[in-house]
């Protein structure tokens, strides 16, 4: 069995030679299926990232969910602890770039207690049958996953799976949208 980071560069090379245009309509399409779910719909408080190429893009989800009235949540990462916490997503506070180049809340935009996420929107770079993920070897959202009560959802296209044995600590999404 290869280690997860030979199995994270080899798909995030194959998701880096699709071609921008077709990523995008791709991540629509993914996006227009986690619409139609009843956790999505129910669900009033999302947490999500700021998807960067080549992750499943979370624009359309973003704009659909404010639109829908739902308060959009989106992950602030700690070092050296490598601890997440989300926080409102609001016009307020501009958002931040990290040292990573990642965009965050500003510090000051206000942090929702992590039971009070109907929905989380988990991002990995491999999935495999089982819903676990590779992500992008970090450690965060494995860390706020552990005790976390919420639905979890992925999105991923076909590229994206590969069968892999998890580790003890990995926890599987609830749903794994593919396409």
């Not at 998807?51 to 624009?59: L, N, Q, Y």
């Not at 307020?92 to 009070?116: C, N, Q």
């Given at each position: 069995?290869?280690?997860?980071?030979?199995?994270?560069?080899?798909?995030l090379r194959?998701?880096?030679?699709?071609?921008?245009?077709?990523?995008r309509?791709?991540?629509?399409k993914?996006?227009?299926?986690?619409?139609?779910?009843?956790?999505w719909?129910?669900?009033?408080?999302i947490g999500?990232?700021?998807?960067?190429?080549?992750?499943?893009?979370?624009?359309?989800?973003?704009?659909?969910?404010?639109?829908?009235?739902?308060?959009?949540?989106?992950?602030?990462?700690f070092?050296?602890?490598?601890?997440?916490?989300?926080?409102?997503m609001?016009s307020?506070?501009p958002?931040t770039?990290?040292k990573?180049?990642?965009?965050?809340p500003?510090e000051?935009?206000?942090?929702?207690?992590?039971?009070a996420?109907d929905?989380?929107i988990?991002?990995g770079?491999?999935?495999n049958?089982?819903h676990?993920?590779?992500g992008?070897?970090g450690?965060?959202?494995?860390?706020?996953?552990?005790?976390f009560?919420g639905?979890?959802v992925?999105?991923?296209?076909?590229?994206?799976?590969?069968?892999?044995?998890?580790?003890?600590?990995?926890?599987p999404?609830?749903i794994l949208i593919?396409?």
């Amino acid at each position: 069995m290869a280690d997860k980071h030979l199995i994270r560069e080899k798909v995030l090379r194959n998701l880096n030679t699709i071609d921008k245009v077709e990523h995008r309509e791709r991540s629509i399409k993914l996006a227009e299926k986690l619409f139609l779910l009843p956790e999505w719909n129910q669900a009033k408080v999302i947490g999500i990232t700021l998807a960067r190429h080549p992750e499943i893009e979370t624009e359309a989800i973003i704009l659909q969910a404010k639109k829908e009235g739902k308060t959009v949540l989106i992950p602030k990462t700690f070092y050296p602890s490598r601890k997440m916490e989300f926080k409102k997503m609001d016009s307020s506070h501009p958002l931040t770039k990290t040292k990573f180049g990642i965009l965050e809340p500003h510090e000051l935009a206000e942090t929702v207690d992590k039971d009070a996420i109907d929905l989380l929107i988990v991002p990995g770079v491999v999935f495999n049958k089982a819903h676990f993920r590779i992500g992008f070897g970090g450690g965060f959202y494995d860390r706020f996953l552990a005790d976390f009560k919420g639905e979890t959802v992925s999105l991923c296209l076909y590229e994206q799976q590969i069968e892999f044995t998890p580790e003890s600590h990995d926890k599987p999404v609830s749903i794994l949208i593919e396409g």
